[in-house]
């Protein structure tokens, strides 16, 4: 028994320093899980793959890997990923266009891009990294971008919903508005990207954005959890809704119903996002008292659940690794959350592998985002401060 319990201390040893955060450990010492996943996913010419996806590549995983590329001071990499992104995504100009979201392999057999609409999610990553970037390395160009982006993104996703204001369309705004209804994802708007923007840009619909996600999370989290998407149908509010699109059914088959709505793999960075916003912000507490439920779920459970159902009902199937991660943040604003984040750190733990430096028998790029975000934050080498700025280690 004691070969066997030392063995288990030693596994959970070494990804525990990955864990712990804000301990004072080694200052700017070389971002392993980073590192990993860059040798893992990112190829020689900047573009992330995703192998379980079928290598493809997402808008969503080229803005990620600005943003850590940026948190970590890695201006090579941010200017690789950044070529690859405008020449493949957006037509060579980020500035006159909109990254498609999808690139990969067609039927035909040749790589390219598969659906030119952008997932507004990533658009505002891009933008929020690109003025970062310029204000952290002191690059007017970097700035000038991640304003053109802006502009763009307000003028094609952003909406005027009536009777609530305006809020952030998932894409091209007309995509997402049917008849008198419109449908959002409250994963697609961190409170702190909107808060920069409103610094940068007080003439823009940022700063009523931002005043509208704590009252977007507070109106549609009914039971505590945050939904994947929802609707809003003005004088009657948000309600859960289905993934918007599905495939469509073959010639002579009736189309399948499209599935419940759920708090799934979308929603789980709503946790993540409400856990990193600054202590200070007034709607912090506010915003994480909607998302309650998840800490009472997680007072009596060991993970959080891979979905909940639109009556707030989580499933017995556990989330994968990254979802822990998730949580880690949202669980400091709670004052005895400490074993509750303990039981989430042992999980990860138990999940890491030496070989690769990452989590998971079969590593999946999307856990890997999470955990990144999650550690990075707790481990202090980036913060966002009061008014969304970005606080990295390698400028203190």
């Not at 702190?192 to 940022?206: E, N, T, Y």
């Not at 856990?367 to 970005?390: C, H, S, V, Y």
């Amino acid at each position: 028994m004691i070969p066997l319990l030392m063995r288990s201390r030693r596994l959970l040893l070494v990804p525990f320093l990955f864990l712990v955060g804000a301990t004072g450990g080694c200052k700017e010492a070389p971002w392993a899980l980073w590192n990993a996943y860059a040798t893992r996913f990112i190829d020689e010419q900047g573009r992330v793959i995703d192998p379980q996806g079928g290598n493809r590549t997402t808008s969503e995983g080229q803005s990620y890997a600005l943003f850590f590329s940026l948190a970590d001071n890695d201006r090579a990499r941010f200017d690789q990923v950044l070529k690859w992104t405008q020449a493949n995504l957006a037509g060579g100009n980020l500035g006159a266009h909109l990254p498609a979201w999808l690139w990969g392999k067609s039927k035909e057999g040749d790589w390219k891009t598969l659906d030119a609409n952008p997932a507004a999610d990533s658009d505002v990553w891009i933008a929020y990294s690109l003025l970062e970037a310029g204000r952290l390395w002191k690059n007017p160009a970097y700035t000038s971008l991640g304003r053109q982006m802006m502009a763009q993104i307000a003028r094609h996703e952003v909406a005027e919903l009536p009777g609530f204001g305006p809020m952030l369309m998932p894409g091209p705004t007309a995509l997402f508005s049917h008849k008198n209804t419109w449908t959002v994802n409250p994963s697609y708007v961190p409170l702190f990207v909107f808060q920069r923007f409103a610094a940068v840009d007080p003439s823009g619909p940022w700063g009523a954005i931002a005043t509208n996600i704590p009252r977007l999370l507070r109106e549609s989290a009914r039971h505590g959890f945050a939904m994947d998407w929802l609707d809003y149908v003005p004088s009657d509010g948000f309600y859960p809704a289905p993934a918007p699109g599905g495939a469509q059914p073959a010639a002579g088959q009736v189309k399948a119903d499209p599935p419940p709505p759920v708090g799934s793999y979308d929603a789980i960075r709503v946790y993540l996002w409400a856990g990193m916003l600054d202590d200070s912000v007034s709607t912090r507490s506010d915003m994480i008292g909607a998302l309650s439920g998840m800490g009472s779920y997680l007072g009596n459970h060991g993970a959080p659940p891979e979905k909940v159902s639109d009556q707030g009902i989580p499933m017995e199937q556990d989330g994968p690794v990254g979802f822990s991660g998730a949580v880690l943040p949202y669980l400091r604003a709670f004052p005895d959350a400490e074993k509750m984040a303990a039981q989430q750190r042992v999980r990860i733990s138990a999940q890491f592998d030496p070989k690769s430096g990452l989590y998971g028998k079969d590593p999946a790029y999307y856990d890997q985002n999470l955990l990144l975000f999650a550690t990075g934050f707790l481990d202090d080498r980036f913060r966002f401060g009061p008014r969304g700025e970005l606080k990295v280690e390698w400028k203190q």
